[in-house]
């Protein structure tokens, strides 16, 4: 079965400024890939995040095979599979598996006929004698918690139960690369909940290397060893949750990632890591600041929700305590979150315990700047 060998931490894949360019019916072109690069390492969880149309998919569908990009490079555990516009590894031949949004198993088929397919196609059917096949069945059967359904039909399955086949399926040819694209799309949200959990235990007792498409954020950082934000055919980000949502690198990633609050404002002063700008509703420090250019003085202060304030008692003075109106109250039972006016930006605020602030009320509300960061 698969599993990460010991010694030196090794690439599983290994991409190099792929490009991709399509064209539409009006015969348009737009690149849905732009010089990515990126490193997925031996056992790692990497999930590529971003909205419709930023190229994950493709990207994704380019490391399977089933798109040929137009330049760039492709390594998989070593190997080249895709260089200089042309695939050196057929889709056949590449050591990956994959799960797709709807699964697509086959509903004709019993559970273990879906798992033992892989092993019985033309081309690995000469690699496998029907004695290892029967075993390598039983054995994945026995890791995914299977015994007993082989011969139930799919749809006779819950929804965490045709997942488990649906990845039992993608290793069995003993391949530690699985690739899902989008698997927990079509799930409400409790069961998603749940089987976010239990694909994630399980990559982690296969120690398979997993490349993972969405557009829920919530999932990528609960499942995530590395994100890498996407945007417009580009990687724009690649980090580790935590950093991701707590140092974006640019008012993108920090809108897309998290609940931001974004305040416009003007770059007045920037020493080392702090900065002061000014905004519509006054003076903002920030104790964290991006790269930014010299001759780029419109900035964007950006915060979480749930690091603000609110209060109707005037505080101790201290740096971004500001005045503002509520807009909306949301009661949403672990917390309120409040949409409140501040100079000419909106902020969003989660409470935790608080009084019932009311739409048109002022009050008091405050941003350690410890919890600011400064972006272009």
Request: contains cysteine; neutral net charge; charged residues 25%.
């Amino acid at each position: 079965m698969a599993g990460t060998p010991t010694g030196a931490v090794r690439s599983g894949i290994e991409i190099f400024e792929l490009e991709k360019t399509f064209r539409d019916d009006r015969e348009r072109t737009f690149k849905a890939l732009d010089k990515v690069s990126l490193t997925v390492e031996e056992g790692e969880f990497c999930v590529l995040l971003g909205p419709s149309g930023c190229g994950k998919t493709t990207l994704l569908r380019s490391i399977a095979g089933l798109e040929r990009p137009d330049a760039g490079s492709i390594r998989i555990q070593g190997a080249d599979v895709f260089r200089d516009g042309r695939s050196r590894v057929g889709v056949e031949d590449r050591p990956i598996g994959m799960v797709f949004q709807n699964y697509a198993l086959w509903p004709h088929m019993s559970v273990e006929q879906n798992i033992r397919f892989p092993l019985t196609t033309r081309r690995r059917a000469k690699k496998f004698a029907k004695k290892e096949i029967a075993e390598r069945v039983s054995q994945v059967l026995h890791v995914m918690g299977l015994q007993g359904l082989e011969k139930r039909a799919i749809s006779q399955l819950s929804g965490g139960q045709q997942q488990r086949v649906a990845l039992a399926r993608a290793i069995v040819a003993g391949n530690n690369i699985v690739l899902f694209d989008e698997p927990l799309s079509n799930v409400d949200a409790k069961v998603r909940e749940e089987l976010r959990i239990e694909l994630r235990a399980m990559q982690r007792q296969l120690g398979i290397t997993a490349v993972y498409v969405t557009h829920d954020q919530l999932e990528a950082m609960e499942m995530a060893d590395k994100i890498a934000v996407m945007r417009d055919g580009r990687i724009v980000q690649i980090d580790t949750p935590r950093s991701i949502y707590d140092v974006p690198s640019d008012r993108y990633v920090a809108q897309f990632v998290g609940t931001a609050n974004l305040v416009e404002g003007t770059l007045e002063a920037a020493a080392g890591e702090h900065a002061v700008v000014s905004t519509t509703a006054g003076r903002m420090v920030a104790a964290r600041i991006s790269e930014i250019a010299p001759e780029s003085d419109r900035v964007v202060v950006t915060s979480k929700a749930s690091c603000w304030t609110i209060s109707r008692d005037e505080p101790v003075p201290r740096p971004n305590v500001f005045r503002a109106v509520v807009v909306r109250a949301t009661y949403l039972g672990s917390y309120t979150e409040y949409l409140v006016r501040l100079g000419a930006e909106n902020v969003r605020i989660w409470a935790d315990s608080d009084p019932e602030f009311l739409t048109g009320e002022e009050v008091w509300v405050g941003v350690d700047p410890e919890h600011c960061r400064v972006v272009a």
